[in-house]
C-alpha cells in the first residue's frame, strides 16, 4: 500500500474500477458478493490510543478476516520503519505476515483501513484473482475491499486540512465513494453517519452522484431528456445504415443481424450494477435481466 504524495481527485481510474466490480461478481457469483450483505461496523474495527497497539492491532484484523469469510487464515500484525504505509506476504498459509508502517503507532485509529486492504490480498490470491500489473491490481483489491463491505474505512482514513492531507489506498477519494454507493445501491446500505471524516463524506456524496448517472444511461427507462433525444438520433442512423458507420459517443453499440434486416437490430450497454455488457432486441419498452448481477433493467430501446 502507498504513502504520501499529492491527493489526486476525480475519475482517474473508472475504466478499471468498473472492470473490477464485473470481475468480482464473475469469479465471486451473484449469491457469493451477497453473502456480504452488511459492512465491518465502525465499533467492530475502533482502536483509540488508549488500546494496547499490538493486541488492538491483532483484533481489528481478526474481525476483517471475520467479515472476509477466511476461518482459517491468522494475520500476524507488525509495526516497522518502512516507506510504505502496509504490506503482506502472499504465502502459502494459514499464517500470514502483515507489516504496518511506524507511523500507524501513533494514528492508530487508522490501522483498520491499512489492513482492510492488506486483508483483502490475502483474500484475492487465495480466490486467484488478480489483474495484470502493480497499479491495476491494487486498485483492483481497493475496489474488493470497498464493494465487500469494509473499504469505507479507506475512504474515512482520507483527511484534508489546511496543514496537512493523509490518503490510503490507490482509489482518488471519489472513485472510493463511488465503489462503496454501487455497493449501497445494490444492498440497500446508507452508509453517510459511518464517517469520522468530514472530506471523506464529501467524496462519498460526489461518488453517489457518479454512481447514480450510471441508471440514467440510455437505453435505460431513467435516461434523462438529452440522452434519450441522442440514443433515439443514434438509433436512426444504425436503422438507416445496418449499425455501420462511426460508434456512437453513448456507453451503448448497436449491432445488426444482416438476415433480419430492421428488425434484427439490438443494442448492447454495461449493467449499471456490475458493468456487464448486456444485449437487448430494439423494439422499444424492453425489460431486461443482468446474467451476472440479476439487476432488472426496464429499458426503452
Ligand atoms: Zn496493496
Ligand atoms: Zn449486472
Known amino acids: 500500500m502507498a504513502n504520501g504524495g499529492p491527493v489526486i481527485h476525480g475519475y482517474p481510474h473508472l475504466e478499471t474500477v468498473r472492470s473490477a466490480i464485473t470481475a468480482l461478481y464473475k469469479r465471486l ?6 453473502t456480504f450483505g452488511t459492512s465491518i461496523a465502525p465499533a467492530d474495527v475502533a482502536f483509540c490510543d488508549q488500546d494496547d497497539l499490538h493486541m488492538g492491532a491483532q483484533r481489528v484484523a481478526h474481525e476483517l478476516v471475520r467479515h472476509y469469510h477466511l476461518p482459517d487464515a491468522r494475520m500476524i500484525v507488525s509495526f516497522r520503519e518502512m516507506e510504505h504505509a502496509a504490506s503482506v506476504e502472499l504465502a502459502a498459509g ?24 492488506e486483508i483483502m490480498h490475502v483474500y484475492l490470491h ?25 473499504g469505507w474505512l479507506l475512504l474515512d482514513a482520507y483527511r484534508e486540512d489546511a496543514a496537512s492531507s493523509q490518503k490510503l489506498g490507490y482509489l482518488t477519494p471519489e472513485e472510493f465513494g463511488y465503489v462503496l454507493a454501487k455497493r449501497s445501491l445494490a444492498f440497500g446500505e446508507a452508509p453517510e453517519t459511518w464517517f469520522t471524516s468530514p472530506q471523506a463524506y464529501t467524496a462519498y456524496t460526489k461518488g453517489l452522484a457518479q454512481a447514480r448517472l450510471d441508471e440514467q444511461q440510455p437505453p435505460l427507462t431513467a435516461a434523462g431528456w438529452a440522452g434519450r433525444r441522442r440514443y433515439a438520433k443514434d438509433r436512426r442512423y444504425a436503422q438507416d445504415h445496418g449499425a455501420r458507420g462511426p460508434a456512437p459517443a453513448g456507453p451503448y453499440v448497436f449491432s445488426a443481424d444482416g438476415s433480419r434486416g430492421r428488425d434484427g437490430l439490438r443494442v448492447a450497454f454495461p449493467c449499471p450494477t456490475c458493468h456487464q455488457r448486456i444485449r437487448v432486441p430494439v423494439r422499444g419498452r424492453v425489460r431486461a435481466r443482468c446474467g451476472l448481477c440479476r439487476t432488472v433493467l426496464e429499458c426503452d430501446t
Open 29 to 34: 457469483s451473484y449469491d457469493t458478493v451477497h
Open 94 to 117: 494459514p499464517e500470514y505476515f502483515i507489516e504496518l508502517n511506524d507511523r500507524f503507532r501513533t494514528h492508530r485509529r487508522d490501522i483498520g483501513a491499512a489492513l482492510a486492504h
Open 126 to 150: 487465495r480466490l486467484d484473482l488478480s489483474f495484470p500489473g502493480t497499479r491495476d491490481n491494487e486498485i483492483l483489491t481497493d475496489v474488493a475491499a470497498t464493494y465487500l463491505g469494509a
